[in-house]
């Protein structure tokens, strides 16, 4: 029969905790409860106390919390059934069989860690044999301190494909395979999998070695970087963090968890003092490795490279875990200055640049945003509607209630903002009776002094007028069509300060309006004087106003387009340094789309022109 929680609770009522945490730990009397230093992270005065009666022990310190058999796992050390056997023979109980299925399971694990565990030896002892000096050399050579070399169990795997067989000589072939260390070939035929590589251990939460990390010296063509074990019965890759065996302590005690790409990032921050630092093994985080983290702390903190890859690595964590964010549950990013791995951030800056990162960590929710803002340019409402669908998209994968709702409204709340800016209030607005003319006064005031002279350089082109003449003449001439594309032209304005002027004069212009009129703009009442050029059929007397207000809206489009391409390629050109590959695909697409508007603005010219005229549309 397998250990029921009816026998634990048993086992429980027959041991008292006090008793066994006084064998190791001071404890004083506090009322019904005792109460101490916590033993689980260093502290002067006393936040850890025991309940007899409740069967468990809290520090609201660190928050460690647990009752007599997890306090012989984790303070004690011992594994589940060690502390359960021990625990019953105080108690004077006797241990129910295990089920043989899983005794065999455990059985056979136990024998695979001991295969495990020699080869570790192994690789150990070569790094420090002649066979191993490159190795040492390479090591040191990075800066890694011999403290720092024996705490993460550094070892060395020769060239020869037979070497740890005949190392491990005691144990049969099919276990060295088992264990992955060993490669099974069609024919029948085995050979090392780790070859000529630094040799780093991978351990269980209880520091057993479980699987192996290997690293090569030189870059060789065709030959992986990095090369983990693959899973076997011992190791699962998407269950397992490395170093969760040395972090989970110190996260007690720093109230954190880092989470890093990869092992050599975890070995820097730790001869940093950084000990509370874990990593995936080669994949993304998965469901089993968050939930191991929430486990830990609230908010474990990502830390990840600045460069493309690294974003992207934040989104997909983030992608995993929006579907299971709880109450007091998330993640915080931190992401590293572009080109910086946390190594190369503690050489070059020392540890208090890490710790000034990891103070001011960007939350889930702020980092799903400014990443979807900045995925795609957003010159039309088209691109901000794509923008506002993907943040919904995000949302509706959250499956507790309230947060879905919580960021539904703050997403929302943060599009509308940036997709509606308010409009800069003037100061020497004309006002009415009853305030700021809004449109309900029959009689609406004159634009101001210095509009009226922005609109008339602006259309003052005659016969030659560039495209932007042309296009703010025609919404001049046609002054309700200018809040229609209030957007684009807001756009417009960020992306070329040269025509902010312009811009900001026909919003002052369509807010002044009477919209009875059909055209309320005329040299007697002050606004600019009607156009006289004729080039483009908006500007042509007689135009309908529905020819003139398609037109317009295409002439809008296409004069907001070009700087939205040009400053997204800018930013493309901006980060070739990074991502080289994706920069230069980019570039090419970009720069595909900027011959497609150039030629879209010729024949917008020629097909809109009465008579054939010089072509000044670009």
């Not at 005949?166 to 088992?178: C, G, I, N, Q, S």
């Not at 040395?246 to 975890?266: K, N």
């Not at 469901?287 to 908010?299: I, T």
């Amino acid at each position: 029969m397998a250990i029921t929680p009816q026998w634990k609770d048993e086992l429980r009522a027959r041991i008292t905790l006090s008793t066994v945490i006084l064998r190791t730990d001071k404890l004083t009397r506090a009322g019904r409860e005792w109460k101490g230093c916590c033993p689980f992270h260093d502290e002067k005065t006393p936040s850890f106390y025991v309940n007899d009666q409740k069967q468990f022990y809290h520090c609201f310190g660190c928050g460690a919390h647990g009752d007599v058999i997890s306090w012989m796992t984790e303070q004690r050390g011992l594994s589940f059934i060690d502390a359960v056997k021990e625990l019953a023979a105080e108690a004077g109980m006797e241990v129910p069989a295990p089920d043989p299925i899983a005794a065999k399971k455990a059985e056979k694990r136990a024998e695979l860690v001991d295969v495990t565990t020699e080869a570790q030896e192994w690789f150990v002892n070569n790094l420090r044999s002649a066979d191993g000096r490159k190795a040492m050399q390479y090591l040191t050579g990075r800066g890694l301190k011999p403290e720092i070399l024996r705490e993460f169990g550094f070892g060395y795997a020769p060239p020869s494909k037979q070497a740890l067989n005949r190392a491990l000589a005691r144990y049969e072939d099919a276990m060295l395979v088992e264990t992955g260390m060993r490669i099974k070939t069609d024919d029948g035929t085995t050979y090392d999998r780790f070859r000529e590589r630094i040799m780093l251990p991978i351990q269980d939460a209880r520091g057993r070695v479980i699987a192996f990390g290997g690293r090569i010296m030189d870059k060789r063509d065709g030959v992986a970087k990095y090369l983990n074990s693959p899973d076997t019965p011992l190791f699962d890759k998407g269950r397992t963090l490395y170093n969760l065996h040395r972090a989970a302590p110190a996260s007690r005690q720093s109230g954190r968890v880092l989470v890093v790409e990869g092992y050599m990032d975890v070995i820097a921050l730790a001869q940093a003092g950084f000990d509370d630092a874990v990593a995936p093994l080669g994949t993304a985080l998965t469901e089993m490795q968050l939930e191991m983290l929430w486990r830990m702390v609230e908010l474990p903190i990502l830390c990840f490279d600045g460069d493309t890859a690294g974003r992207r690595a934040a989104m997909r964590a983030i992608t995993r875990a929006l579907p299971m964010l709880a109450p007091m549950r998330s993640l915080n990013i931190v992401r590293l200055p572009t080109g910086l791995d946390p190594d190369d951030l503690i050489k070059e800056h020392g540890p208090g640049a890490m710790e000034k990162l990891l103070a001011e960590p960007k939350s889930l929710l702020d980092t799903l945003w400014e990443f979807e803002r900045d995925a795609k340019p957003l010159a039309s409402p088209e691109a901000k509607a794509g923008l506002k669908a993907r943040l919904m998209e995000h949302v509706d994968t959250i499956e507790d209630s309230d947060i879905r709702a919580l960021y539904r409204r703050e997403l929302l709340d943060r599009f509308s903002a940036f997709a509606y800016p308010p409009r800069t209030p003037r100061a020497q607005r004309p006002m009415t009776k009853s305030g700021p003319w809004r449109g309900s006064s029959p009689t609406p005031p004159g634009l101001s002094q210095g509009a009226r002279d922005v609109l008339s350089r602006a259309m003052s082109g005659g016969q030659r007028a560039t495209f932007l003449s042309a296009v703010i003449a025609g919404l001049v001439r046609h002054p309700a069509e200018i809040a229609r594309h209030s957007e684009a032209l807001s756009r417009l304005a960020q992306l070329n300060p040269n025509v902010a002027p312009e811009i900001e004069s026909l919003i002052e212009l369509s807010e002044t309006l009477d919209s009875q009129p059909t055209n309320a703009i005329s040299h007697k009442q002050g606004y600019p004087a009607p156009p006289e050029d004729q080039r483009y059929a908006f500007l042509r007397e007689g135009t309908s106003p529905g020819e003139a207000r398609e037109e317009l809206a295409e002439a809008v489009s296409l004069l907001a387009q070009k700087p939205a391409l040009e400053s997204a390629m800018a930013a493309t050109i901006a980060r070739f340094d990074e991502d080289p590959e994706g920069s230069f695909a980019e570039q090419a697409r970009l720069r595909a789309q900027l011959t497609e508007v150039d030629e879209s603005l010729k024949a917008f010219g020629r097909k809109k022109a009465g008579p054939p005229a010089d072509d000044e549309a670009a």
